[in-house]
């Protein structure tokens, strides 16, 4: 409760974040109006919950234990599942080798535990402390109350990509029993493929963003620049072929000309 009064004072004094638009910059900030239009959406969110919770409730059937029989301690299942939110908990643990152990100081260190406690712990240090590590790499110490689009921040995006495909491996690693009965493959196979991907995985998720975010950048750049593609492929006098671009701001004091009502400029 108290995080959350302090939550609500916060964006009260400072006002809910909005994506970049017209009117909106660093000293400028518009939001929705409490009434009617964030009460609208509210309200639209709150009957499309409800609606799919009565869907469910209505057609689908959790946990049919009757159609199993009565519970016998002889019939186990080997399937068992963690919980969804913990999960990457229990992935962590399968992904490590078994025998890691160290002796040390006449005690035996289990690193099949301490190295995933200590992996999911990173996880979450680094999630908490990368507003802080971003405004140490950027120089940045504004305060900003506009929303980034993924591509103008590549570096936060990469991160991002790269810590999703982390703890997806390891959500994924909890269910690796069921994905090789499921799939008829080995379970040995199923881990060593998931060892390499939460490895290598998250380099490459970084790498792939970072670059999509780039090419994302220079596509904006280059319509900016040279127009947008109208679709329409002309021919020079020299044989050449070019595709006519369709300039995205019209020229200043330039106005549309009026229509002949054949669909046709004049």
């Given at each position: 409760?108290?995080?959350?009064?302090?939550?609500?004072?916060?964006?009260?004094?400072?006002?809910?974040?909005?994506?970049?638009?017209?009117?909106?910059?660093?000293?400028?900030?518009?939001?929705?109006?409490?009434?009617?239009?964030?009460?609208?959406?509210?309200?639209?969110?709150?009957?499309?919950?409800?609606?799919?919770?009565?869907?469910?409730?209505?057609t689908?059937?959790?946990?049919?234990?009757?159609?199993?029989?009565?519970?016998?301690?002889?019939?186990?299942?080997?399937?068992?599942?963690?919980?969804?939110?913990?999960?990457?908990?229990?992935?962590?643990?399968?992904?490590?080798?078994?025998?890691?152990?160290?002796?040390v100081?006449?005690?035996?260190?289990?690193?099949?535990?301490?190295?995933?406690?200590?992996?999911?712990?990173?996880?979450?240090?680094?999630?908490?402390?990368?507003?802080?590590?971003?405004?140490?790499?950027?120089?940045?110490?504004?305060?900003?109350?506009?929303?980034?689009?993924?591509?103008?921040?590549?570096?936060?995006?990469?991160?991002?990509?790269?810590?999703?495909?982390?703890?997806?491996?390891?959500?994924?690693?909890?269910?690796?029993?069921?994905?090789?009965?499921?799939?008829?493959?080995?379970?040995?196979?199923?881990?060593g493929?998931?060892?390499?991907?939460?490895?290598a995985?998250?380099?490459?998720?970084?790498?792939?963003?970072?670059?999509?975010?780039?090419?994302?950048r220079?596509?904006?750049?280059?319509?900016e620049h040279?127009?947008?593609?109208?679709?329409?492929?002309?021919?020079?006098?020299?044989?050449?072929?070019?595709?006519?671009?369709?300039?995205?701001?019209?020229?200043?004091?330039?106005?549309?000309?009026?229509?002949?009502?054949?669909?046709?400029?004049?």
């Amino acid at each position: 409760m108290v995080l959350v009064v302090l939550r609500l004072r916060l964006a009260l004094r400072t006002g809910p974040a909005q994506l970049p638009g017209p009117g909106r910059d660093a000293d400028h900030v518009v939001g929705l109006p409490a009434w009617p239009q964030a009460a609208v959406r509210v309200l639209g969110l709150l009957l499309a919950t409800a609606g799919l919770l009565t869907l469910m409730g209505a057609t689908m059937t959790i946990a049919p234990v009757w159609r199993y029989g009565p519970a016998s301690p002889a019939d186990a299942y080997a399937g068992s599942q963690p919980d969804w939110y913990t999960a990457f908990l229990d992935g962590a643990l399968r992904l490590v080798p078994p025998g890691w152990e160290l002796h040390v100081g006449g005690r035996t260190w289990t690193l099949a535990v301490l190295v995933p406690l200590a992996a999911a712990g990173g996880f979450f240090l680094v999630l908490l402390a990368w507003p802080w590590v971003e405004e140490r790499l950027t120089g940045d110490r504004l305060e900003h109350q506009l929303l980034d689009r993924p591509r103008d921040r590549e570096l936060r995006t990469g991160v991002g990509a790269a810590g999703a495909t982390f703890y997806g491996t390891l959500w994924l690693a909890a269910s690796a029993d069921v994905l090789a009965r499921e799939l008829h493959l080995s379970f040995e196979g199923v881990i060593g493929t998931l060892r390499v991907v939460v490895l290598a995985g998250p380099v490459v998720a970084l790498v792939v963003a970072r670059t999509a975010c780039r090419a994302l950048r220079a596509y904006e750049t280059e319509r900016e620049h040279d127009g947008a593609e109208s679709g329409v492929v002309e021919r020079s006098a020299d044989g050449g072929y070019e595709e006519r671009r369709t300039p995205l701001h019209p020229p200043s004091g330039a106005r549309a000309l009026p229509s002949t009502g054949a669909g046709h400029p004049r």
